[in-house]
């Protein structure tokens, strides 16, 4: 947080234009990151009704697959982006494949799918910290300049301005693939009605292997995007709370509303670090969820409440 | 379409764990268990009580999720922050008053409940994935308020308990705590069976299992399912209590979501909906967790390994499988 301008007890009026500028700013940044992560977690239960417990290790693991080939195989980031990406999307693809589709087909449900996720949360957690990699915090070179960008009060850096930009580039991307491809169709179709979809040819079990491929893509892509602005350690997987919140205060199941809560939250986040206390940051995603599930449970954007047929 | 639902294909409402020949099996354990438990406190060095007063904790913890997520199939993952306020609420209260420790264990459950109703009333209007994100929401909160309100807590810097006193007698050690952690287990048991097997118990499933069909055959189900919530926080507050009475020492970094997580993991890999499965989950997973609390990367492998496994193979857990069969005899015989 930048902001200990002043002492928070004596504001003057343009004390507070600044820190509104300034929170609103930093929090679009860090928001299309959330935003990004929400995607992938609305993805993936609109398609297989699996809320995914091990999207922030899923993230996580992308910034440790980055890290390794970058310090410890001493590759050059033109290898070790794309390769990233391609590591964790098959990772996924695997763990739908291997693990989710035999739960899903053992009759397992609900419970069985969250403590499935649970349990790759846990094994890919664990597998980082047996590296021992993860025993310090670190953080991957960046590529861009951390020069500042003064954007009207506010002061980003060039980072900044460069995770936002690929974040709104790889939304508009998603846009894209969910509206105009046969496979993005297709994977709605799915999310509406998997029976329906299955009848007219779509293979659900290639499908949701895409799905979990995809959001592994989007994980490491917002790894890479934010590693070089903050330090790692296997618990920056906690991030996942705030990206679960966004896709709650969206609503669960709605892909804009994913990006509309993940910059909610971001820029909530920053103001009440600015605002109340940097203390106080860690608990507003949760009072984001709460106040949202009990005010307005179907979120900004999930449409309609949904009601269990029997 | 979008349903959460907990195990669907569960035995039927009426058909619980009766069979004779698990109730027999049932006797056994139970007086295995009483015996093992006995010669216990003779045999055995401060640290192996110390570990067995914990999976005591841990069996009652247990008990209570069994309590809403397998009698009452709601999915709620804010069980640490109950036995948390049960823990701070019976440590307070015995730094205070020094009363009878089962003084303090009782208003630790008793607010437990009280808190759980309340969010049980805001979070049931909800159902699947919506409460255990709700839950799960407030469990986190909870323990942001556990390491912040310093007044009470120690913050992060934890917090020393005053021992807890049974007239006079002050409870120093694992040993002098041993025999109450052992009988506040039973009763909690007693009562968990007891609840299972009264009307009450099968109102609940029935809940489970349908709550429209519940609600027409007369079963107020937006009430069963708070009132279970209730109970199933406070036997998390007097979880809480009990592991007041052997610890001098509490920090909220224990009472996160990993915890919630450790006990789920017990009360689904046992069975879900199964007592035995609870008690028997809750032995292992304790077990595995203390012993494998130094290396914690490896103990993470195989909890993940062990979670993923038991979902793929296994995905009814320990116990199910025999209700399973029990259940399809009595109906052959049925038919027959």
Same mark, same amino acid.
């Given at each position: 947080?930048?902001?200990?301008?002043?002492?928070?007890?004596?504001?003057?009026?343009?004390?507070?234009?600044?820190?509104?500028?300034?929170?609103?700013?930093?929090?679009?940044? *860090?928001?299309?990151?959330?935003?990004?992560?929400?995607? #992938?977690?609305?993805?993936?239960?609109?398609?297989?009704?699996?809320?995914?417990?091990?999207?922030?290790?899923?993230?996580?693991?992308?910034?440790?697959?980055?890290?390794?080939?970058?310090?410890?195989?001493?590759?050059?980031?033109?290898?070790?982006?794309?390769?990233?990406?391609?590591?964790?999307?098959?990772?996924? #693809?695997?763990?739908?494949?291997?693990?989710?589709?035999?739960?899903?087909?053992?009759?397992?449900?609900?419970?069985?799918?969250?403590?499935?996720?649970?349990?790759?949360?846990?094994?890919?957690?664990?597998?980082?910290?047996?590296?021992?990699?993860?025993?310090?915090?670190?953080?991957?070179?960046?590529?861009?300049?951390?020069?500042?960008?003064?954007?009207?009060?506010?002061?980003?850096?060039?980072?900044?301005?460069?995770?936002?930009?690929?974040?709104?580039?790889?939304?508009?991307?998603?846009?894209?693939?969910?509206?105009?491809?046969?496979?993005?169709?297709?994977?709605?179709?799915?999310?509406?009605?998997?029976?329906?979809?299955?009848?007219?040819?779509?293979?659900?079990?290639?499908?949701?292997?895409?799905?979990?491929?995809?959001?592994?893509?989007?994980?490491?892509?917002?790894?890479?995007?934010? *590693?070089?602005?903050?330090?790692?350690?296997?618990?920056?997987?906690?991030?996942?709370?705030?990206?679960?919140?966004?896709?709650?205060?969206?609503?669960?199941?709605?892909?804009?509303?994913?990006?509309?809560?993940?910059?909610?939250?971001?820029?909530?986040?920053?103001?009440?670090?600015?605002?109340?206390?940097?203390?106080?940051?860690?608990?507003?995603?949760?009072?984001?969820?709460?106040? *949202?599930?009990?005010?307005?449970?179907?979120?900004?954007?999930?449409?309609?409440?949904?009601?269990?047929?029997? | 379409?979008?349903?959460?639902?907990?195990?669907?294909?569960?035995?039927?409402?009426?058909?619980?764990?009766?069979?004779?020949?698990?109730?027999?099996?049932?006797?056994?354990?139970?007086?295995?268990?009483?015996?093992?438990?006995?010669?216990?406190?003779?045999?055995?060095?401060?640290?192996?009580?110390?570990?067995?007063?914990?999976?005591?904790?841990?069996?009652?913890?247990?008990?209570?999720?069994?309590?809403?997520?397998?009698?009452?199939?709601?999915? !709620?993952?804010?069980?640490?922050?109950?036995?948390?306020?049960?823990?701070?609420?019976?440590?307070?209260?015995?730094?205070?008053?020094?009363?009878?420790?089962?003084?303090?264990?009782?208003?630790?459950?008793?607010?437990?409940?009280?808190?759980?109703?309340?969010?049980?009333?805001?979070?049931?209007?909800?159902?699947?994935?919506?409460?255990?994100?709700?839950?799960?929401?407030?469990?986190?909160?909870?323990? $942001?308020?556990?390491?912040? $309100?310093?007044?009470?807590?120690?913050?992060?810097?934890?917090?020393?308990?005053?021992?807890?006193?049974?007239?006079?007698?002050?409870?120093?050690?694992?040993?002098?705590?041993?025999?109450?952690?052992?009988?506040?287990?039973?009763?909690?048991? $007693?009562?968990?069976?007891?609840?299972?097997?009264?009307?009450?118990?099968?109102?609940?499933?029935?809940?489970?299992?349908?709550?429209?069909?519940?609600?027409?055959?007369?079963?107020?189900?937006?009430?069963?399912?708070?009132?279970?919530?209730?109970?199933?926080?406070?036997?998390?507050?007097?979880?809480?209590?009990?592991?007041?009475?052997?610890?001098?020492?509490?920090?909220?970094?224990?009472?996160?979501?990993?915890?919630?997580?450790?006990?789920?993991?017990?009360?689904?890999?046992?069975?879900?909906?199964?007592?035995?499965?609870?008690? !028997?989950? !809750?032995?292992?997973?304790?077990?595995?967790?203390?012993?494998?609390?130094?290396?914690?990367?490896?103990?993470?492998?195989?909890?993940?390994?062990?979670?993923?496994?038991?979902?793929?193979?296994?995905?009814?857990?320990?116990?199910?499988?025999?209700?399973?069969?029990?259940?399809?005899?009595?109906?052959?015989?049925?038919?027959?």
């Amino acid at each position: 947080m930048r902001g200990t301008l002043t002492s928070r007890n004596n504001m003057s009026l343009s004390d507070i234009w600044l820190f509104l500028q300034q929170g609103v700013l930093s929090g679009l940044v *860090t928001g299309s990151v959330y935003a990004l992560l929400a995607i #992938a977690i609305v993805a993936v239960f609109k398609t297989t009704d699996v809320p995914n417990f091990a999207q922030g290790e899923m993230f996580m693991i992308g910034g440790y697959v980055a890290l390794m080939l970058l310090l410890v195989a001493g590759l050059s980031y033109v290898v070790v982006i794309p390769l990233t990406l391609v590591v964790v999307a098959a990772g996924a #693809a695997l763990f739908q494949r291997v693990v989710m589709e035999r739960v899903t087909g053992s009759k397992g449900v609900g419970v069985q799918l969250v403590i499935a996720t649970l349990g790759l949360a846990y094994g890919l957690k664990g597998l980082v910290r047996q590296t021992g990699l993860g025993d310090t915090p670190r953080s991957l070179p960046s590529l861009v300049s951390s020069d500042a960008v003064l954007i009207g009060d506010a002061a980003l850096t060039r980072l900044d301005v460069v995770i936002f930009v690929v974040a709104v580039v790889v939304m508009v991307l998603l846009y894209l693939m969910f509206n105009k491809t046969r496979i993005g169709k297709a994977m709605r179709a799915v999310g509406m009605n998997p029976r329906a979809a299955q009848i007219v040819g779509i293979r659900l079990s290639r499908i949701r292997m895409m799905v979990w491929a995809m959001s592994g893509l989007i994980s490491a892509l917002a790894a890479l995007l934010i *590693t070089p602005k903050v330090l790692i350690t296997p618990d920056i997987a906690h991030i996942a709370i705030l990206a679960y919140a966004a896709a709650i205060v969206g609503g669960f199941t709605s892909l804009p509303g994913a990006v509309l809560g993940g910059l909610i939250i971001g820029i909530l986040e920053n103001l009440v670090g600015l605002f109340i206390s940097t203390n106080a940051i860690v608990v507003a995603p949760f009072l984001a969820i709460l106040v *949202t599930l009990v005010a307005r449970p179907q979120g900004l954007l999930g449409g309609k409440p949904q009601v269990k047929k029997v | 379409m979008k349903s959460m639902s907990l195990d669907r294909s569960a035995p039927a409402v009426a058909a619980g764990e009766n069979s004779t020949q698990s109730m027999s099996l049932d006797r056994w354990a139970l007086a295995a268990a009483a015996a093992i438990l006995l010669v216990l406190p003779f045999t055995v060095t401060g640290y192996v009580l110390y570990v067995v007063n914990l999976l005591m904790v841990f069996v009652v913890l247990a008990l209570g999720m069994h309590v809403v997520i397998g009698e009452a199939g709601q999915f !709620a993952l804010s069980h640490t922050a109950f036995y948390g306020i049960g823990i701070y609420t019976a440590g307070m209260i015995n730094a205070a008053w020094h009363p009878p420790f089962f003084v303090s264990i009782l208003a630790g459950g008793l607010l437990s409940a009280v808190l759980g109703y309340v969010i049980g009333f805001l979070a049931l209007r909800m159902r699947d994935i919506y409460l255990a994100l709700a839950t799960f929401a407030f469990g986190e909160a909870m323990q $942001w308020v556990f390491l912040n $309100w310093e007044g009470v807590t120690g913050g992060s810097n934890g917090m020393r308990m005053q021992p807890a006193e049974l007239f006079g007698l002050k409870l120093t050690n694992d040993l002098q705590a041993y025999p109450f952690v052992v009988l506040l287990t039973a009763l909690m048991l $007693w009562l968990t069976v007891a609840l299972s097997r009264s009307q009450y118990g099968s109102s609940l499933r029935a809940v489970r299992e349908s709550d429209v069909a519940a609600m027409a055959m007369g079963i107020n189900a937006r009430a069963m399912k708070q009132s279970a919530f209730a109970i199933s926080a406070a036997f998390a507050g007097i979880a809480g209590g009990m592991y007041t009475l052997f610890t001098s020492f509490i920090h909220p970094e224990s009472l996160g979501f990993q915890t919630t997580i450790l006990v789920l993991t017990m009360v689904v890999v046992g069975g879900i909906g199964s007592v035995r499965g609870a008690v !028997a989950g !809750a032995i292992a997973f304790g077990l595995i967790s203390e012993l494998l609390r130094q290396a914690l990367s490896i103990q993470e492998v195989i909890y993940g390994v062990i979670l993923m496994g038991f979902m793929m193979f296994m995905p009814k857990g320990l116990f199910a499988d025999r209700n399973k069969r029990a259940a399809r005899t009595t109906t052959a015989e049925a038919q027959r």
